[in-house]
């Protein structure tokens, strides 16, 4: 079955720059998604469509494409991004969905 | 305000059946694919089924399929999962989210906006 593979944590310093990876062999032909979740909460949408912010997301948030990598970016990291993030996207036909096993972002 | 909001889970024995709802508000519900997403304690996300807006559309993941099954009623602006034949690994929180489908020639791509704050079902003896 399809995979995406993610680290499982990353580590980074308030105001530093986090950066976490997705990786995927669909993904040159899929787009990837990215949802924070917080401890006890559900998830949230904070990139689509690989790069797109929704609306009430900060700009700090970012995301981008290389051949079978994704990248979620956070710039300027503060505490309250400490969270688990997920990637997810689809099977080369589109038809079913697969989650990244998780990073947990930890701020120091 | 867009949401939607889980209710039904509970705990059950193994080979058990359960029913999760979901009632959405806030948009027009006939016009959205839907989506059933887990989450098993301390795990990660796993996608379970998803039903498109006719509900003629059905798709679930290896691990469910032949045991549950999703539906809607698109009057009562609700989702349902049915789940039969429950098994300790169905042990989970399950959430529900409206889907976003977007389509360009061949591919489709789909992403889940809003979630619900999930319910929690228990398989266990």
């Known amino acids: 079955s399809y995979e995406l593979t993610q680290p499982p944590s990353v580590s980074v310093s308030p105001g530093q720059t986090a950066r976490i990876t997705c990786s995927g062999d669909?993904?040159?032909?899929?787009?990837a998604h990215w949802y924070q979740q917080k401890p006890r909460q559900a998830p949230l949408l904070v990139i689509y469509?690989?790069?797109e912010r929704p609306s009430g997301i900060p700009e700090r948030l970012s995301g981008s494409s290389s051949g079978t990598t994704v990248t979620l970016t956070i710039s300027g990291v503060q505490a309250e991004d400490e969270a688990d993030y997920y990637c997810?996207?689809?099977?080369?036909?589109?038809?079913?969905?697969?989650f990244g096993g998780g990073t947990k972002l930890t701020v120091l | 305000q867009v949401q939607v909001v889980e209710s039904g889970g509970g705990l059950v024995k193994p080979g058990g059946s359960l029913r999760l709802s979901c009632a959405a508000s806030?948009?027009?519900?006939?016009?959205?694919?839907m989506t059933w997403i887990r989450q098993a304690p301390g795990k990660g996300l796993e996608w379970v089924s998803y039903?498109?807006?006719?509900?003629?559309?059905?798709y679930y993941a290896d691990s469910v399929k032949g045991r549950f099954t999703i539906s809607r009623d698109n009057a009562k602006n609700s989702l349902y999962l049915q789940m039969n034949t429950l098994r300790a690994e169905d042990t989970a929180v399950y959430y529900c989210?409206?889907?976003?489908?977007?389509?360009?020639?061949?591919?489709?791509?789909?992403?889940?906006?809003?979630w619900g704050q999930g319910t929690l079902v228990t398989v266990s003896s």
């Open positions: 989210a409206r889907e976003h489908l977007h389509c360009n020639g061949a591919n489709c791509y789909r992403w889940f906006d809003p």
């Open positions: 806030g948009f027009t519900f006939s016009d959205f694919y």
């Open positions: 039903i498109s807006s006719s509900g003629f559309s059905i």
């Open positions: 669909a993904l040159p032909n899929q787009y």
């Open positions: 469509k690989d790069t």
């Open positions: 997810q996207s689809a099977d080369s036909s589109g038809t079913f969905v697969v």
